[in-house]
């Protein structure tokens, strides 16, 4: 699953680190959603990035599980947003995630598609190998679990931008004995299971929150 909303603008609309950032009050009530959701769901081991968003959000969805940390597993990391020229600013955002993204591609300016594959494919790979689980619940980030839903459809490492990951939504995917994915279920959102409350993407309300304080300064 996705982590629960954040807020990356504070109140005073100043930006907040990224790595530090916590829930928000929708957040918690998101992923309060989500573990009545999997609540009879026997789960014998949880993932987490190791950010604070993704840890909050499986201390309410798996209370009872110790999450573990891995760090390969993090976001796309994002570069200087200060040094993407003003007018593909709002492209970069707002396109993050459209369509076949190429593996050269860096996430605003930063980490590229191919460097995040390098890492979250071994990681994938290390679940699966281990013999002590299961189901397990991962808590990731938007980024990351298109990697993972693209290539356990494509087994390629192409990235399918186009797979809306909505906060603390869930995805089902099956590992069939032959070691061939089934994806059985996508952008779960236990809050709000037709996604009426919003249809512009994560990255365009993202960018709305961006203009918004930028246009404060």
Same mark, same amino acid.
């Given at each position: 699953?996705?982590?629960?909303?954040?807020?990356?603008?504070?109140?005073?609309?100043?930006?907040?680190?990224?790595?530090?950032?916590?829930?928000?009050?929708?957040?918690?009530?998101?992923?309060?959603?989500?573990?009545?959701?999997?609540?009879?769901?026997?789960?014998?081991?949880?993932?987490?990035?190791?950010?604070?968003?993704?840890?909050?959000?499986?201390?309410?969805?798996?209370?009872?599980?110790?999450?573990?940390?891995?760090?390969? /597993?993090?976001? *796309?990391? $994002? &570069?200087?947003?200060?040094? @993407?020229?003003?007018? +593909? =600013?709002?492209? %970069?955002?707002?396109?993050?995630?459209?369509?076949?993204?190429?593996?050269?591609?860096?996430?605003?300016?930063?980490?590229?598609?191919?460097?995040?594959?390098?890492?979250?494919?071994?990681?994938?790979?290390?679940?699966?190998?281990?013999?002590?689980?299961?189901?397990? /619940?991962?808590? *990731?980030? $938007? &980024?990351?679990?298109?990697? @993972?839903?693209?290539? +356990? =459809?494509?087994? %390629?490492?192409?990235?399918?931008?186009?797979?809306?990951?909505?906060?603390?939504?869930?995805?089902?995917?099956?590992?069939?004995?032959?070691?061939?994915?089934?994806?059985?279920?996508?952008?779960?959102?236990?809050?709000?299971?037709?996604?009426?409350?919003?249809?512009?993407?994560?990255?365009?309300?993202?960018?709305?929150?961006?203009?918004?304080?930028?246009?404060?300064?």
């Amino acid at each position: 699953m996705r982590h629960a909303e954040v807020s990356y603008f504070g109140t005073d609309g100043k930006p907040v680190d990224p790595v530090r950032v916590s829930l928000n009050e929708d957040g918690v009530e998101q992923a309060h959603a989500a573990a009545q959701a999997l609540a009879g769901v026997a789960l014998d081991r949880v993932l987490t990035s190791g950010l604070p968003r993704t840890l909050e959000t499986a201390a309410i969805v798996a209370p009872r599980r110790k999450a573990e940390t891995w760090p390969e /597993l993090s976001e *796309l990391r $994002g &570069g200087r947003l200060s040094e @993407i020229p003003t007018d +593909a =600013l709002q492209h %970069e955002f707002v396109h993050a995630f459209r369509g076949v993204i190429p593996n050269d591609t860096r996430f605003l300016r930063g980490e590229s598609i191919d460097e995040l594959f390098d890492r979250v494919l071994p990681a994938l790979d290390r679940l699966v190998a281990a013999d002590d689980w299961h189901t397990a /619940l991962a808590v *990731l980030h $938007g &980024g990351v679990n298109r990697a @993972i839903l693209s290539y +356990a =459809l494509t087994a %390629e490492r192409m990235f399918l931008g186009h797979f809306e990951q909505a906060p603390a939504c869930v995805n089902v995917l099956d590992l069939g004995e032959s070691g061939e994915w089934i994806v059985r279920a996508v952008n779960v959102a236990a809050y709000d299971v037709l996604h009426l409350a919003h249809r512009s993407t994560t990255m365009e309300r993202y960018w709305e929150q961006y203009r918004a304080h930028a246009e404060n300064e």
